[in-house]
């Protein structure tokens, strides 16, 4: 299906576009992505440093107020009676005021004297807790830890009520021995207390418990996200995990109730915990996905007891990726369709100069020669393509005009040559005809004057009849090439296909004729072929290539030395190589001994041939469907490679066939 030219300029817009369109889009996802991907990372690592800024405040809270709290007089009356029901009421109320969970004081050796919430338990010893006995050592300390349910039981109130968590079953987290958490994540502060003289006579400390401190994670979250809503939905969500287990969060669950007992997934649980680095990626968390960062919690022993999770809803970010993707597709389809338009336009202006050049061709050809093509109004490369074909078609008038008025005087000329070769291989095969039965002739007076048949001849009369007849010999071979060249160049050599065998009808009757050759030339002829080689051919011509080859081989050979004739046949194919050593020919010298009047080199006599012998061979060779070749060895041996390969029989032979039985 022919396609014009304006609709395939047309197309290949379409398809650069669409190529254009293909890379842009692949590139502006990769762009659009790395870059909401990269400003939601952003955000949501610059929203976990808000929520660290907000727990931080709260452990700076908890220091500020034990430092503030031992230096009071309410403290000072607690060391005096410990026992005082309402030095303890004095503390609790400072305690509600400030907001902690427990409140707690210790002598010198770090035993319990004094606590806050029922059942006022004391008497335990607590220097082997970190910040009770930093605190010991005179520094005021805070910072996260875990209090077992024993201790949170001893800190009084409803702790180890608060802190225990029953696991809820959670998609992807990591299997653990047990179903709950009796265990309480808390923050703690502890400073030391001194006596007037700077001894330390013990310590108090205040603590925060953190399991289903709904009033902290709610905080930080107004705090950092500043209570933004997303369709609907809180924008970003806080949680603190102990260990893996929510203990206060703002996710909530299908139910709307928070998500507490829920665990983090396996993946983050290996990278988080166990090996003690952050994780920032997209994640769905409980009921929704959330760009998501989780930073590890640690005690002051510096180990891991938990998470610190900060996530934001992906959907606000999708949505502006999406908007993004909106606002480059249609500015990529307003691009898209201005191309095309103006690729249209393009395509309509070029096309419409090249159809009236390429209307101009085709009456050119038809020869119409007087005619000028309207130059478009641009001046670009279409325009001065038009003027060269315009000149070019001017210059075509005039060479035109000059090639008719050649064309007849050539015309005349070929005739007048055709003429003369047709005389002159009129003349040729005449002369070469009629020159080869003088020849033939003279030959045959020659030969019997040299077997005497007309008498005894003296010696040198015997030897010059003998040189005689060589030389006519010669003579009638040099007759005989010229003859079978006229038939050549006249097409007159035709081969008469027929049944034949090699060996009976070429190569042994060309033997017999040479033997005398042979004999005087000292030469052992190997025969590398079986006594019979049928196959279909013109004996005649056949037995003309093979004479020609095996003379060279004589005349060229070294006196004394070997030649030999050698038959393979593969399939339909004959092949024959007639050899000889002898001094060969140079590689060089190989390809051009087929042509015509090439020299083969000086004879053992020091005579040259005509140059035709193995011009004539390749043409009969050609003739009968096969092909030749020379290979040599300069100064070894000559080889002479000719294959034929018989045409299958004809009607007009079989039939000829079927009469002769």
Not at 530 to 543: E, Q, T, V, Y
Request: net charge neutral; proline share 3%; charged share 25%.
């Amino acid at each position: 299906m022919r396609i014009d030219l304006r609709k395939r300029i047309f197309l290949n817009f379409v398809l650069v576009i669409a190529l254009f369109g293909i890379l842009g889009a692949i590139l502006g996802a990769v762009l659009l992505n790395r870059t909401t991907l990269d400003e939601a990372q952003r955000r949501v690592s610059l929203d976990l440093r808000s929520a660290w800024s907000e727990l931080q405040s709260e452990l700076d809270r908890l220091t500020l107020f034990v430092e503030v709290l031992v230096t009071g007089k309410r403290v000072d009356e607690a060391f005096a009676s410990p026992l005082s029901a309402q030095t303890r009421v004095s503390l609790e109320a400072v305690r509600r005021q400030c907001g902690f969970d427990f409140l707690g004081l210790t002598d010198a050796k770090g035993k319990v004297i004094l606590r806050t919430l029922e059942p006022y338990y004391t008497g335990d010893y607590l220097s082997n807790d970190p910040l009770i006995g930093k605190a010991l050592k005179g520094k005021t300390t805070s910072g996260f830890a875990v209090y077992g349910p024993q201790r949170l039981r001893e800190e009084g109130g409803d702790l180890e009520e608060r802190a225990f968590i029953v696991f809820e079953p959670t998609h992807k987290a990591k299997a653990r021995a047990r179903n709950n958490e009796p265990s309480g994540m808390v923050l703690v502060g502890a400073a030391p207390v001194q006596d007037d003289q700077g001894n330390i006579k013990g310590t108090l400390y205040a603590g925060v418990l953190l399991n289903r401190n709904h009033g902290l994670v709610d905080k930080i979250r107004s705090v950092v996200f500043e209570d933004q809503k997303y369709e609907g939905k809180d924008l970003g969500t806080v949680t603190i995990f102990q260990w893996d287990t929510r203990i206060a969060t703002n996710v909530t669950l299908a139910n709307g109730n928070r998500a507490i007992g829920t665990r983090v997934s396996e993946e983050v649980y290996d990278k988080v915990l166990e090996n003690r680095t952050n994780w920032y990626d997209r994640a769905f968390v409980v009921n929704d996905w959330y760009l998501s960062a989780y930073d590890p919690l640690y005690d002051t022993e510096n180990k891991v007891i938990g998470i610190l999770y900060v996530g934001v809803l992906a959907k606000q970010y999708d949505d502006i990726k999406w908007g993004l993707w909106k606002l480059y597709a249609a500015i990529s389809l307003g691009v898209a369709l201005f191309a095309l338009a103006a690729g249209l336009l393009f395509a309509r202006r070029l096309t419409t100069s090249l159809s009236r050049l390429a209307d101009a061709a085709g009456r050119i050809t038809a020869g119409t020669l007087d005619l000028v093509v309207e130059e478009p109004t641009a001046d670009d490369e279409v325009r001065d393509l038009t003027g060269a074909f315009n000149t070019m078609t001017s210059t075509l008038r005039d060479r035109d005009e000059l090639l008719r008025n050649a064309n007849t005087a050539l015309e005349e000329a070929n005739r007048t040559l055709k003429r003369l070769n047709e005389s002159y291989l009129d003349m040729l095969g005449f002369v070469s005809h009629e020159l080869k039965n003088a020849l033939g002739v003279i030959y045959t007076s020659a030969r019997a004057l040299d077997v005497g048949l007309v008498g005894s001849m003296s010696g040198p009369q015997a030897a010059l009849v003998q040189n005689i007849s060589k030389n006519i010999g010669s003579a009638v071979a040099m007759t005989r090439n010229y003859l079978d060249l006229a038939r050549i160049e006249k097409g007159e050599l035709t081969p008469h296909v027929k049944e034949m065998d090699m060996v009976r009808d070429v190569i042994e009757p060309l033997l017999d004729e040479l033997k005398q050759v042979i004999v005087e030339r000292e030469v052992k002829v190997e025969k590398r072929f079986p006594s019979s080689i049928p196959m279909r051919g013109d004996p005649s011509l056949l037995k003309i290539a093979c004479k020609n080859l095996l003379d060279n081989a004589l005349k060229y050979g070294r006196t004394g030395g070997r030649m030999g004739i050698d038959f393979s046949q593969k399939g339909d194919e004959f092949r024959f190589k007639i050899w000889n050593e002898g001094q060969g020919q140079s590689p060089e010298r190989l390809s051009q001994l087929f042509e015509k009047f090439v020299h083969f080199g000086s004879q053992a006599d020091g005579s040259r041939g005509t140059g035709l012998g193995l011009f004539i061979t390749r043409e009969i060779v050609q003739k009968h469907g096969g092909k030749i070749w020379a290979e040599s060895h300069q100064g070894e041996w000559m080889r002479f490679v000719f294959t034929i390969k018989p045409p299958e029989k004809t009607t007009e032979d079989i039939v000829q066939s079927a009469v002769n039985d």
